[in-house]
């Protein structure tokens, strides 16, 4: 089965320092994984994606997620916090070959950065 | 530019109408899917279509159903609506997995989302 655990509902930090938000994975398969941001009152946008490729994947807006298969983990990272990172972001896995076209949420990092 | 489009992006309704949320993509897509996001549950699935007029349930599929009659449109409905179905409503789209011929296409894509309150 397929799940994914976000471990911080809420991330406070200050402008210009880094961000990291934690993403654990479990599939029994090797997993896409992907980094999704929502603005208020906006749908969901494509940071960034792992599909089997470079363990380290770079999204837009500087941020990037590492891929580490021995600790199921795909944290996302950036070097240096903007305003406008400020946003609700979703790890979400997807197990193409063991349950087809179906995509497994977490329940969201609300990111904070403080001026 | 991909789109997704969904038709509302606000709607009010009264308890025990019927419901219908509109989604269209113009990616030539396989998949669809119908999300409800609330506080702290993240996005949880209702339904999802891979085909047309073919239809699965998700996580909450209770109180809900579902209409594929053309690729690229897939309608959420409320039989009856209830206080409890007040949330956010969000559409996706992608490619199904043995079609795109590569796992980097295996994106999903969101429209705006449909802001439902039911009083």
């Known amino acids: 089965a397929q799940s994914v655990t976000q471990l911080d509902s809420h991330v406070s930090v200050s402008e210009g320092t880094p961000v990291l938000l934690r993403c654990n994975y479990s599939s029994s398969y090797s997993p896409s994984l992907f980094w999704y941001v929502q603005h208020p009152n906006k749908g969901l946008q494509l940071l960034l994606k792992y599909t089997s490729a470079a363990t380290l994947v770079k999204g837009i807006n500087g941020f990037e997620a590492e891929f580490k298969k021995s600790e199921t983990s795909f944290h996302l990272t950036k070097p240096s916090a903007h305003m406008s990172d400020a946003a609700e972001y979703f790890c979400v896995v997807s197990d193409p070959v063991n349950t087809g076209n179906q995509f497994y949420f977490g329940t969201g990092t609300s990111l904070t950065v403080i001026p | 530019d991909v789109k997704v489009t969904q038709s509302s992006r606000y709607l009010v309704k009264r308890t025990g109408e019927k419901v219908f949320l509109e989604c269209v993509q113009d990616?030539?897509?396989?998949?669809m899917f119908w999300y409800r996001q609330d506080p702290g549950l993240g996005l949880r699935l209702i339904y999802f279509?891979?085909?047309?007029?073919?239809?699965e349930k998700g996580d909450i599929p209770e109180g809900y159903s579902v209409s594929r009659e053309k690729k690229e449109r897939f309608s959420l409905i409320l039989e009856s609506a209830s206080t409890n179905q007040t949330s956010m409503y969000l559409c996706a789209s992608s490619k199904r997995r043995g079609t795109s011929g590569s796992l980097a296409k295996n994106i999903q894509y969101f429209g705006a989302g449909t802001r439902l309150s039911v009083l």
């Open positions: 990616m030539d897509h396989e998949n």
């Open positions: 279509s891979y085909d047309v007029k073919m239809k």
